[in-house]
T-cell receptor
Framework: KNQVEQSPQSLIILEGKNCTLQCNYTVSPFSNLRWYKQDTGRGPVSLTIMTFSENTKSNGRYTATLDADTKQSSLHITASQLSDSASYICVVTSTSGTYKYIFGTGTRLKVLA | DGGITQSPKYLFRKEGQNVTLSCEQNLNHDAMYWYRQDPGQGLRLIYYSQIVNDFQKGDIAEGYSVSREKKESFPLTVTSAQKNPTAFYLC?????????????????FGDGTRLSIL
C-alpha cells in the first residue's frame, strides 16, 4: 500500500533554533517528493520538489534531502522564525498508470519567542 | 497576480441541502483537483479534471459532484448524500502531469473553504 508517514506529529522550538522534520514513504513507482508549508486556515504552498536523482534542494532557510534508497526525506529549517509556525506536508508522486499524489498527515511546528 | 480563488471562505449546510463550493484559477492550468482535509489526516482526493468537460473520481467521491465547463472553473457540489461533510475543502491546479519536465511542477492551492453543518 502506498503510504507517506511523517514525524514528529508536532514540534515546539524556540525562535532562532534549527529543526528537522522527517518523511518516510512506501510509494512505488516513485516520481518525485514535495514539501509544502500550510499556514493555519490557508492552502499549502510549495517549498521544494525533488526527483529521484536529486538528494538535496534548498529554498532559503529550508533544505530538503532525499534518500531514494531508504525512501526517506527530511526538511531542515535553519534559524527558525515565528513565521515558520505552520504545518509541513510531505507529498510523494507515484507514476503507476496515472499520476497520483500521496499526502502525509503533516508535522505541526510551533516556534516560540 | 495569478492564483486560485476559492469561495466562500466559510459555508454552512442545513440538513438535506446541497451546497456548491467555487474554485477559479487564472494560471492557465489544464488540471484541477478537489481535496478534503480532516484533522490528523492527509489530504484526500475527491475529484480531478485534466481537461475541460472531463473529470475523474478520486478516492472519496461518494456524495460529491463536479463540473468542468470552463478551463478556469471547477465547482464542487456537496450533496445531501454526503453524511459527514464537515471538513476543510481545498482546490488545486497544475499543469497536466506526465508531460516530461512539467510533471515536476507543483500543485497550486487555493485558501480553502471550511464547511460546517447547522
Amino acid at each position: 500500500k502506498n503510504q507517506v508517514e511523517q514525524s514528529p506529529q508536532s514540534l515546539i522550538i524556540l525562535e532562532g533554533k534549527n529543526c528537522t522534520l522527517q518523511c518516510n514513504y512506501t510509494v512505488s513507482p516513485f516520481s518525485n517528493l514535495r514539501w509544502y508549508k500550510q499556514d493555519t486556515g490557508r492552502g499549502p504552498v510549495s517549498l521544494t520538489i525533488m526527483t529521484f536523482s536529486e538528494n538535496t534542494k534548498s529554498n532559503g532557510r529550508y533544505t530538503a534531502t532525499l534518500d531514494a534508497d531508504t525512501k526517506q526525506s527530511s526538511l531542515h529549517i535553519t534559524a527558525s522564525q515565528l513565521s515558520d509556525s505552520a504545518s509541513y506536508i510531505c507529498v510523494v508522486t507515484s507514476t503507476s498508470g496515472t499520476y497520483k499524489y500521496i499526502f502525509g498527515t503533516g508535522t505541526r511546528l510551533k516556534v516560540l519567542a | 497576480d495569478g492564483g486560485i480563488t476559492q469561495s466562500p471562505k466559510y459555508l454552512f449546510r442545513k440538513e438535506g441541502q446541497n451546497v456548491t463550493l467555487s474554485c477559479e484559477q487564472n494560471l492557465n492550468h489544464d488540471a484541477m483537483y478537489w481535496y478534503r482535509q480532516d484533522p490528523g489526516q492527509g489530504l484526500r482526493l475527491i475529484y480531478y479534471s485534466q481537461i475541460v468537460n472531463d473529470f475523474q473520481k478520486g478516492d472519496i467521491a461518494e456524495g460529491y459532484s463536479v463540473s468542468r465547463e470552463k478551463k478556469e472553473s471547477f465547482p464542487l457540489t456537496v450533496t445531501s448524500a454526503q453524511k459527514n461533510p464537515t471538513a476543510f475543502y481545498l482546490c488545486a491546479s497544475s499543469r497536466v502531469p506526465g508531460q516530461g519536465a512539467i510533471s515536476n511542477q507543483p500543485q497550486h492551492f487555493g485558501d480553502g473553504t471550511r464547511l460546517s453543518i447547522l
